[in-house]
Each structure stands twice: as structure tokens, then as C-alpha cells.
């Protein structure tokens, strides 16, 4: 968080944002899995961090059948 963004802070606590209860484990990161009719894993992406996403070709290729072997 920069200076810069103090403004927008009170902008937002202005207009009535604000952070609510936490729900769930906080420390529980995404990812994603992409299983086949046979249930092989095709794709395995586990994030190291929040915001880490896996590639959208890389996830497009997997779940594409006439790359499967």
C-alpha cells in the first residue's frame, strides 16, 4: 500500500465499504484441476501465493480431449 492510495481509503470508507468478518481459513490458497471422464488428472495447479492463477492457455490446453494421450 502506497501513500498514494490513502485518499481512496477514505473514499471508500466514505461510501459506505468496509471490511467485513473473515469467513474460512485465511491462510487457504486457490488453485485448480482439471479431471477427465476417467478420472485422470489432467491438469494440477496449485497456488503459491494469493493472486497466483494459473495460465488460461495452459487451462485451455488441458481440457481440450484431443490433446489427451
Do not use: C
Not at 36 to 44: F, N
Request: charged share 20%; proline share 6%.
Amino acid at each position: 500500500m502506497s501513500i498514494k492510495s490513502i485518499p481512496r481509503v477514505f473514499s471508500a470508507l466514505k461510501g459506505g465499504h468496509k471490511q467485513g468478518a473473515i469467513q474460512g481459513n485465511t491462510l487457504q490458497l486457490g488453485g485448480a484441476i482439471i479431471v477427465d471422464p476417467s478420472d485422470t488428472v489432467r491438469y494440477y495447479f496449485a497456488s503459491k501465493k494469493a493472486g497466483d492463477h494459473p495460465e488460461v492457455e495452459d487451462l485451455l490446453e488441458a481440457a481440450d480431449p484431443q490433446t489427451w494421450t
